[in-house]
Structures are given as C-alpha cells and as structure tokens.
C-alpha cells in the first residue's frame, strides 16, 4: 500500500456517497412522477384519437383496443391499430403508422379510416420537416391536415391521390412538396392497407398491451 | 451594509455585466436552440434558473465536505440530478412543453453557465449567497433567452406568446398576440442562423450601452471599458 492509499479511498468513499445520494433522489422524483407521466401520455394518446374520431361515434376504449399491426406491407410502417366500436360494431380504426419518405426522416402520423373505407382523419405525430416550410402539416401550423377527412380511394388507378402539382386534389407548399407529397402517398397506401386488411383488423384480440 | 452591497453586486454581475448569455457566452447551444419562441424560451430559462438555484445551494452546502480532487465529479453529479428531477417533473407536469422543448431539457446539464457558477461562487461562499447568485445568474440567462426568443418570433411569424397555453395552461392561449400576418413565415429568424444573428445585435447592443455609460463617466473609463469575458473571480 502506498501512502496515497488512505487519502484514494477516502475520495472513492465520499463520491460514492453522492452518486448514492443523487441516485436515490432521483428514483425517489421518478417514483413520485411515475403514474402522472404515464397518465399524461395516455390522455395526449386519446386527445389524438378523439382528434380523428370523434368520440360520440364510439363507446369503447380505444387506446384500450388496440393491435400490434398484425401484417405491413409494401414498404408501410404500421405500428399500432386502435379500433372504435359502437355497440361491438366495428366503426372506424386509427392506424399509428410513419411516412418514410418526408424531406427529412420519418413522419409520424396516425390515420383513422371509417369502416366503409373513407377517411376520418389524419394527425401529424411526429416529424422533422423544414419548420416554416414542411411543418404545415401540424395542425397548429395550418389546416391542410383536415383535407384528408372524407376522402375516398376509388380504385387502384384514383390519380386525385397526389399533390396539385402532380394533378392530384391536394395543395403542395410553397417551397416544399417533398413533405406533403410524402404524407399522401402513406394515407394512400394506409387506406389500402386498410380495405385489404379490415376484417384481421377488427377480428384479432386486442394485444397491444396496454394496461387496464 | 456590507452585506447589502454584495447582493448588489452579485445582482448587477448576473443581470448585466457578467451576464451568462451575453458576455460569459454560456450555454449557447440551448440559447441558439430554443428561442424560436418566447414561450419555449421561458420554459427553458425558468428550467435552467430552477437547475442553477438548486445546484448553488446542494454545492455551497457540500462545500466543506467535498475534497478539492473530486469536486467536479461531485458536481456534474449533483447538477446531472437535479436536472433529471426537473425534466421528470415537467413530464409529469407540463407535458406539452416537456414535448416541444425536446432534448433540450438534458442538454441543461451541460450548460456550462451551471457547473461554472458551482465551481466559481459556490463552491466558496455560504448557501444565501449563493442561491442569490443562482437566482441572478439564472434570471440574466432567461431574459436573454427571452428577449431572443421574442425577436426571433415577432420575425419568424410575427406573434407573440404563440403557444403560451403549453406552459401556463389554457387559458393562456389569449395571450397569444399577432403582432403583424405573415404569408408564410421569415425562415431565416426562425431557423439557427436567424438566432447567431440575433444575438450578435443583442451583444453589439450591449457594448453600444456599455460604452456610452463609460463615456458618460469619463473619470471611471478604464473600469468601465474592461472586457470582461469569462471572469469567474468576480
């Protein structure tokens, strides 16, 4: 043992006390927070559903009926399917997905499709587009986002599914169309997915989890 | 008096001129960051003042038992806490701001305007003191913040308090001012770039002010002149 021994051990000891200290209190904000953060989470995550399905047109607990997407295909990011119902009736679904293709990253959206295959509405979630030029498809920023309610897909060749500028029916923005070109072209495909899908969708036992 | 005259001192250091947004050049990542709005910029500054008051009183309390080797372990430790706490807190709390102000919050650790206050005041005075100098320290920095943020907003979209509901509640969306409509909205003040700007002019406009207060008081010139940069001491 060199002479420095007692003077290191004595620094190790007084370190570990504050990591002890700081780390118990922080467990101890964590465990005080734990419930209202998750709270908070689950109220943003039906404030966004009643968003796009209005809530007088279901009577169960969406975010409580929901499905790890049970199939993706072509090139969709489906993550979560939350199911409305009346009376057990299937009504709408609201599909977590992403639009890989934004101008820059992922787009988070979710996309509620009524049963008969039109759109209910569409929320952006998440995303890194361009602020003043690709974030006008958050709500806040403006109201293109509201457009996709109502719409229907026709047929496979429906050519009204694009922005303007590819003589689709939906506005592009000034200085960016890569955004809202991306998000069509995913509530598109979702729509798809959906009418191809729907009795999977609606049939399996809900298994996303969450807590009751 | 004696006493009186050193929260003076510690208030003028912190507000104007030992300021840690325009003259130390703290922080400047959250700074540049966030301001895009008045509102983020409230919300972090009052989170980084909370941080800053919070680290200067646990260090000042520690201070006579924390060996010199280890102190900036202690620190870190001690900042890294409590800035977890608040980020826990505002999740639970105001969980909308917590959202737009994003990986700024954890980005507070490394404020180097915190663990330079810890390290230069209050690691050597006693806990009122202290927790004053985080109050001062805390307050410059957020109207920096703020007056960024305001700047950039009326520029950006032209309004103010846009988005003021996520940190006060819902009432506060009344307090949303439209200063001027804007087509579409000035990119360049909203983006990074708008904010190094923006605050070339802030700390060009102090020095205007610095100076015409050294002119004013000729006898005093050579004080008042001084550069202060990073001057911890004082």
């Not at chain 2, 988005?163 to 009344?174: D, R």
Request: glycine share 8%.
């Amino acid at each position: 043992m060199s002479a420095l021994a007692p003077a290191i051990n004595k620094n190790a000891l007084i370190l570990m006390l504050f990591a002890v200290v700081c780390t118990a209190t922080v467990g101890l904000v964590h465990l005080m927070t734990k419930d209202n953060i998750e709270l908070q989470a689950q109220q943003q995550l039906i404030r966004q559903l009643n968003q796009t399905i209005d809530e007088n047109r279901h009577d169960n607990e969406m975010f409580r009926d929901c499905i790890i997407a049970p199939i993706n295909n072509d090139g969709l990011k489906i993550d979560v399917i939350y199911r409305a119902r009346m009376n057990n009736l299937a009504i709408a679904a609201a599909i977590k997905t992403a639009a890989p293709d934004g101008y820059n990253g992922n787009i988070e959206l979710l996309i509620a499709i009524n049963n008969d295959g039109s759109v209910s509405g569409v929320r952006t979630l998440l995303h890194k587009e361009t602020p003043g030029l690709g974030d006008k498809i958050e709500l806040r920023k403006s109201d293109w986002i509201t457009k996709f309610a109502g719409k229907k897909v026709h047929d496979e060749n429906d050519n009204r599914w694009a922005v303007i500028k590819d003589g689709g029916m939906f506005d592009q923005f000034t200085g960016a169309t890569i955004t809202p070109r991306a998000v069509v072209k995913t509530v598109r495909k979702t729509v798809d997915y959906f009418k191809a899908n729907q009795e999977v969708i609606f049939n399996t036992e809900s298994n996303c989890g969450a807590k009751s | 008096m004696k006493i009186d005259s050193e929260y003076r001192e510690l208030a003028w250091q912190g507000l104007w001129k030992n300021n840690p947004g325009l003259v130390q050049l703290l922080g400047l990542c959250p700074l540049l960051a966030v301001t895009s709005t008045v509102v983020n910029a409230l919300g972090l500054g009052i989170a980084t003042m909370f941080v800053l008051i919070c680290s200067n009183v646990a260090v000042s309390g520690v201070r006579n038992w924390v060996p010199k080797e280890i102190r900036i372990p202690i620190f870190v430790l001690i900042i890294a806490a409590f800035v977890t706490c608040v980020q826990l807190l505002m999740n639970a709390y105001t969980y909308d701001l917590y959202q737009s102000l994003g990986i700024f919050l954890p980005l507070i650790v490394t404020n180097c305007a915190i663990i330079g206050r810890a390290e230069a005041y209050a690691s050597k005075n006693p806990m009122l003191q202290a927790s004053f100098d985080g109050l001062m320290m805390g307050l410059g920095f957020l109207l920096v913040l703020v007056v960024l943020g305001g700047i950039r907003e009326i520029l950006g979209q032209g309004t103010l308090f846009d988005g003021a509901n996520l940190l006060l509640g819902s009432w506060a969306t009344e307090l949303r001012v439209e200063v001027y409509k804007l087509d579409s909205q000035f990119l360049l003040a909203i983006l990074p770039p708008g904010a190094f700007i923006a605050m070339g002019f802030l700390i060009a406009g102090k020095n205007v002010i610095d100076n015409k207060i050294a002119q004013a008081k000729p006898k005093q010139l050579e004080q008042a002149i001084e550069r202060v940069r990073v001057n911890f001491e004082s």
